[in-house]
């Protein structure tokens, strides 16, 4: 399929979703005994994946590896681009091979792409609500464990960048750290001193911004500012560090906090929040 992302294992993911569904870990599981029940097991089914609403499409190919997982002669086409906005009644995906494979991998599949499809239909509203190429909507680190690799793909695919991948990629001082560090200053000074490349770091206050820039901070994260000390903080920094507006921002109030001249905004409830989009897969029998 070519679907590759750094730090996802796409095969050990399906494997282990699929494992989950059937019960390989219980005694008198590993099976769907729904399906093997009450589907012969040389039925054939064609199938359609479609949007209920409008939504922006993400994890079409990881759907495609869960049925292939069961079926890999199954027939998939693949319809629409990933971060493709499409309307409501859409079809995404055409399939056509074992019915009880596709019984077995269909939650799971839909899962997934309601939920990547769900998270980048939000950063889209996000994005366009926010009006302003001059800005950049950022995620942040508050996914579901052992999803974040997706979760941010899906981020990208609605139209927006991602944080920090994880703790390695850079430092980010937040008050608990200050609070131990004793100060702004102190605690960029170890971040520096410790050979820390790129160094974040959230101020709350205006009189925070200096020290943090003198002692080597690379970006500053403004938090829960509103729109006038955001451009009161923007002016002090004067282009030294990128800045990043933080907290407190939603789709009423993203476009004005945008507008004040910071170089990005970031918002944790693209992925803490997103509702799933509605998307179905209905089966017909082939003769």
């Known amino acids: 399929m070519g679907f590759a992302l750094p730090g996802f294992d796409l095969d050990a993911f399906v494997a282990d979703t ?4 059937l019960g390989d870990w219980a005694e008198g599981g590993g099976k769907d005994v729904t399906a093997e029940s009450v589907i012969p097991a040389e039925a054939r089914f064609s199938g359609v994946m479609d949007s209920r609403d409008p939504i922006t ?3 079409l190919p990881v759907a495609e590896a869960f049925f292939r997982q069961l079926d890999p002669d199954m027939q998939i086409d693949i319809l629409v681009e990933e971060g493709a906005q499409v309307a409501g009644g859409t079809d995404l ?8 494979a596709m019984l077995t991998a269909e939650r799971s599949a839909l899962n997934t792409v309601q939920h990547l499809s769900g998270i980048a239909t939000m950063v889209r509203e996000y994005v366009d609500a926010m009006a302003n190429p001059h800005c950049t909507l950022l995620d942040t680190r508050k996914t579901i464990p052992g999803l974040r690799v997706l979760e941010k793909y899906a981020v990208r695919m609605g139209g927006a960048s991602n944080h920090r991948m994880g703790l390695w990629d850079a430092a980010m001082i937040k008050d608990n750290h200050i609070l131990v560090a ?13 050979g820390v490349s ?8 205006i009189d925070q911004i200096e020290p943090a820039l003198e002692a080597g901070a690379t970006r500053l994260l403004l938090d829960n500012m509103g729109p006038a000390t955001l451009r009161e903080a923007v002016a002090l920094v004067a282009g030294r560090v990128p800045t990043e507006a933080s907290g407190g921002i939603n789709l009423d109030t993203i476009a004005a906090k945008a507008a004040t001249g910071v170089d990005y905004v970031s918002v944790g409830r693209l992925t ?9 897969l209905d089966f017909t029998p082939l003769d």
Do not use: F
Request: aromatic share 0%.
């Open 182 to 194: 004793g100060s702004v200053g102190e605690a960029v000074r170890r971040a520096r001193d410790a």
């Open 93 to 100: 995906m055409r399939l056509k091979g074992n019915a009880r």
């Open 18 to 21: 699929l494992a989950e569904d």
């Open 272 to 280: 803490q929040s997103a509702p799933a989009a509605d998307i179905g």
């Open 198 to 205: 790129d160094i974040i770091c959230e101020v709350d206050r």
């Open 57 to 59: 499409v993400a994890g």
